[in-house]
């Protein structure tokens, strides 16, 4: 099978990659990013996912699959380009997909899509509506994107799509969201709350997409790791300090005195749990994690060590 993976430079992105050619297929990628050291069976360009070079790409190779992972996700990017990349890019991508006769198109998405808020039931499924884009703006854009993925569902129904709504990732790579927060050796909480937070190991995410891949599973999924856990205990057994402070001098402190920086609406994330229920995957894929949320923390502990005191 030939799988073309935009945005196949990013840490994920590569594993995916690696992944996939493993399993016996040919891969291109396509990045805006070099890939320096890529392993022999890749092939990439160097391009905009948005541009004519990009749809050539399509042409030319015909991919059976694609796996849209070309989003930019950094919370500090308010930029026009990044809202550009995101929503304009899957556009791109599903049209070309539409276009070029692609059979079986996976865009990789975030369960950040369903917002925090406290009367936000516990466990969410795939058929909830998404809250993220009034409760927290600066992931509109993904939101947009993840429901334009979706509606190919119906507009494009000769072609397979899958949309994957993954936890947070946490990994020897030290990539994404949750590992950003944890990069520094104090990490702040808001005083009085202790969410709940789901995460899975990095190789697990890459895993399950290349399942995906065989599975050819249309739909809208939910994936998760292993059970979730209180926000204090991944600091602590990730060899980090928690540091509950006030919520307002917590606004004040963030992206000063070592503390990560962390946008307005990502504050209600520090307080309120956001768990997805990820049966309907498992019963699709038989899915399982390897990694234990122990073995997960203890490799990003060990790959992001502090430094002696």
């Known amino acids: 099978m030939k799988v073309l993976i935009p945005g196949i430079a990013g840490q994920l992105g590569r594993l995916v990659a690696e992944r996939v050619l493993a399993a016996g297929h040919r891969v291109i990628g396509i990045d805006r990013r070099p890939w320096v050291g890529a392993p022999d069976g890749v092939s990439l360009h160097e391009v905009d ?3 004519r070079a990009a749809e050539d790409v399509f042409r030319r190779e015909k991919p059976d699959a694609v796996v849209h992972m070309a989003t930019v996700t950094h919370l500090r990017d308010k930029s026009d380009d990044r809202y550009r990349i995101n929503l304009g890019g899957t556009r791109a991508v599903f049209d070309h997909c539409h276009k070029y006769g692609v059979k079986h198109v996976i865009f990789v998405g975030r369960h950040t899509y369903y917002g925090a808020a406290p009367d936000s039931p516990l466990y969410h499924t795939e058929d909830e509506p998404p809250m993220a884009a009034t409760q927290f703006p600066e992931l509109a854009d993904l939101v947009a994107a993840d429901l334009y993925a979706g509606s190919a569902l119906w507009r494009f129904p000769k072609l ?8 947070y990732t946490l990994g020897p790579s030290r990539h994404g969201t949750l590992a950003s927060y944890l990069r520094g050796p104090r990490v702040p909480g808001v005083l009085g709350f202790d ?9 697990d995410v890459a895993r399950a997409i290349s399942l995906t891949l065989e599975k050819r599973i249309r739909g809208v999924f939910n994936v998760a790791g292993p059970p979730p856990l209180p926000l204090s205990v991944i600091i602590r057994e990730t060899g980090r300090t928690a540091v509950p402070l006030p919520e307002f001098v917590f606004r004040l402190a963030l992206g000063r005195f070592g503390f990560p920086p962390l946008p307005e609406g990502a504050i209600a994330h520090i307080k309120y749990p956001i768990v997805i229920d990820g049966r309907r995957f498992v019963e699709a ?25």
């Open 285 to 309: 894929t038989s899915f399982a994690p390897l990694f234990s949320e122990d073995e997960t923390m203890a490799a990003y502990l060990k790959s992001a060590p502090l430094p002696a005191k």
């Open 49 to 51: 996912i948005r541009k």
């Open 195 to 203: 969410p709940l937070f789901q995460f899975m190991h990095e190789n």
């Open 160 to 167: 397979t799509t899958t949309v994957l709504r993954f936890c």
